[in-house]
């Protein structure tokens, strides 16, 4: 029988600790299979954030640095400036990259800094029990936010990858969703575009990618699914923001 | 070997490239500035990277990056900017990452001003960061211990996997002193197989010290108590000045141990036999260096551009066989060793 499907080399062994139904694991599924399409898994240094995906350095089978909750992305300069040979990538969430974390971001963004960064956006502090996120939508439930957030108090979700793509610098930079099987395909296709970026030497690499936490959104994967679409993907800007040629 | 006459902060930079120090990371603060400055000029023709950083967080997570891949990097900053950087220091111990990490103290708290300091030596060897750790800390006192030191630092930080800090102080970073540059070491050090190159023929590497059960966490923290433990004994360094006959000591490092030298000799002078213990590794503090000492002494007296931190490590070798006082300046003020004698003998009664 001709086999259609297997699982990719770009993922260890180990048994996801993800959420049932946490879209973390298609994401990981994708940018592993990405590896292993470009052949990475042997180039690669990962740049593991703190969050719920603080673990990830067990999941893909390439080198992997563990960073301090924000500075994926410093730490992953640190080793591209070291080893320009290395395709460097980080996998942050949005607290990670988008709150700590932002001023390395940005900064990386406008120094064009040669490495690939991955956004998880599930709106919400996963890690930590469902806290407020600097991309919780206006009048969205969190611990932190118990009656909505209140834009008037509590400010504007943040939609980094928009404003990313404004910083000069920035080579590549997509707003991706993996919702459905053809948005599943979309986004592996950006992270792609994102390594080729990076190996092509174009600047910094910007993908977002929206994803849900079923667990601190206290809905079923299914509802969460539904939810990301109604309300996430209507609030922050979609698609290739930035292509640079 | 000709002498060349440099400003502290040049030669430590010289000495890092001098060291193979191939990766800079900063953010410009005083008194520590011409660091960043040189290495922006002088990394290049060595094939290096200069690179100006966001902030000093950024700066000191650059270089956990970069250390993580095997590469020999510092950075360097003065006092605010030192504790910026106390987080990405505990990751570096935590993980055992080799680094140099220079702090050319400036007065604090706060702001504080430009003047020099050692009120950082707390936050320096005692950890400073989150956790259990020390990092190697070293404290030259003229021009040339900045190179010495420097080079050294390299050497212990791959050797015992771990941050080292050459601690000074404004002043002698901004001195000019005549150096001189001693070859390169030799050193057999360990071949870095943990670092993160690409798992290219080899399975692939972790640097990370996540541990999702405290048994691990505990496991971590023993090795590491274990590595402080192993270090101790064999890195302590200081200089002794007159202690074979001395009925009293001074303890100071750096700067002010630079003073405390003439003020010794300006007590000996008056008949006192003053001696000067000057540490030069922080940490681990040298208490090697009171052995055999330690009966024949009435009294130490500890002296800092502080309100009295190291006096703390003072007191512990001295053990309350004898009286350990402490003379300070602060706020970016420096003594006169005439004012230190002063101090001294009031404080023993010998006026
Ligand atoms: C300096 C520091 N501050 C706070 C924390 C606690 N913390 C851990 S993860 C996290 C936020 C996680 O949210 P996000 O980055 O969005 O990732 P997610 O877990 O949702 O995937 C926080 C606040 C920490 N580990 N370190
Ligand atoms: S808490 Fe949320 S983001 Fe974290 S694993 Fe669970 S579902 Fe996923």
């Known amino acids: 029988m001709k086999k259609v499907f297997g699982r990719t080399k770009g993922l260890t062994e180990r048994a996801f600790h993800y959420c049932p139904g946490c879209t973390h694991g298609i994401i990981h599924r994708i940018l592993a299979e990405a590896l292993e399409e470009l052949d990475l898994i042997e180039n690669a240094i990962g740049v593991a954030p703190v969050g719920c995906a603080g673990f990830c350095e067990v999941y893909f089978s390439c080198d992997m640095i563990g960073a301090a909750h924000g500075r994926a992305i410093a730490v992953g300069t640190g080793a591209k400036r070291a080893r320009p040979e290395n395709t460097v990538f980080t996998y942050q969430g949005d607290g990670d990259a988008g709150a700590i974390g932002l001023a390395e971001t940005i900064s990386a963004a406008a120094r064009g800094e040669n490495i690939t960064s991955i956004f998880v956006n599930n709106s919400i502090y996963g890690m930590t029990g469902g806290q407020m996120a600097p991309t919780t939508l206006p009048g969205q439930k969190t611990s932190t936010s118990p009656f909505g957030r209140d834009p008037e108090v509590a400010g504007h979700p943040i939609d980094l990858p928009l404003l990313l793509s404004h910083v000069e610098g920035s080579a590549y930079i997509a707003s991706v969703s993996v919702d459905t099987p053809k948005n599943v395909l979309a986004a592996k296709k950006a992270l792609k575009k994102g390594f080729q970026t990076q190996m092509e030497g174009k600047g910094f690499s910007f993908i977002s990618i929206l994803s849900t936490c079923p667990t601190n959104w206290g809905m079923s994967p299914a509802k969460a699914i539904k939810w990301l679409q109604d309300n996430m993907q209507t609030h922050f800007t979609m698609g290739e923001l930035k292509v640079k040629e | 070997m000709t002498k060349m006459l440099m400003k502290g902060n040049e030669a430590i930079a010289e000495a890092a490239i001098r060291s193979g120090c191939k990766l800079f990371f900063g953010y410009p603060i005083t008194p520590s500035t011409e660091i960043p400055e040189y290495m922006s000029k002088k990394l ?142 030799s050193k057999d050090l360990p071949h870095k197989d943990w670092a993160a190159t690409g798992a290219k023929g080899r399975e692939k590497v972790n640097v990370s010290n996540y541990c999702l059960t405290n048994e691990i966490g505990e496991r971590n923290c023993l090795h590491l108590q274990k590595k402080h433990e192993y270090i101790k004994p064999r890195v302590q360094r200081w200089k002794s000045y007159k202690t074979e006959d001395a009925e009293f000591i001074i303890v100071a490092f750096g700067t002010s141990g630079r003073i405390s030298e003439t003020a010794v000799d300006l007590a000996r002078k ?13 940490w681990p503090f040298p208490e090697k260096a009171f052995e055999g000492i330690l009966d024949q002494v009435k009294g130490f007296m500890s002296v800092e551009l502080s309100t009295g931190q190291m006096i703390e490590d003072v007191r512990l070798v001295v053990n309350g066989k004898v009286p350990v006082k402490f003379f300070g300046k602060q706020g970016g003020m420096t003594p006169a060793p005439e004012e230190i004698v002063t101090s001294f003998k009031a404080q023993f009664g010998l006026e």
């Open chain 2, 44 to 185: 290049k023709e060595v094939g290096g990277t200069f690179l100006q950083a966001e902030s000093e967080v950024a700066a000191i997570n650059m270089v956990y990056g970069a250390s993580a891949t095997g590469v020999r990097v510092m950075t360097a900053s003065s006092s605010p900017g030192y504790s910026l950087k106390q987080e990405g220091l505990s990751y570096l111990a935590a993980v055992e990452l080799p680094a140099v990490i220079v702090d050319i103290m400036r007065a604090g708290p706060g702001l504080g001003g430009l003047g020099p300091t050692q009120a950082d030596y707390f936050q320096i060897t005692k950890g400073g960061g989150h956790g259990d750790y020390h990092p190697i800390v070293l404290a030259p006192a003229t021009v040339q211990e900045m190179v010495d030191l420097t080079m050294e630092a390299f050497d212990l930080a791959d050797e015992y996997r771990t941050p080292v800090v050459i601690a000074a102080d404004g002043i002698l970073g901004q001195m000019m002193e005549p150096v001189e540059f001693p070859k390169g070491s």
């Open chain 2, 270 to 282: 008056e008949g006192i036999k003053l001696g000067l213990i000057r540490p030069i590794t922080l």
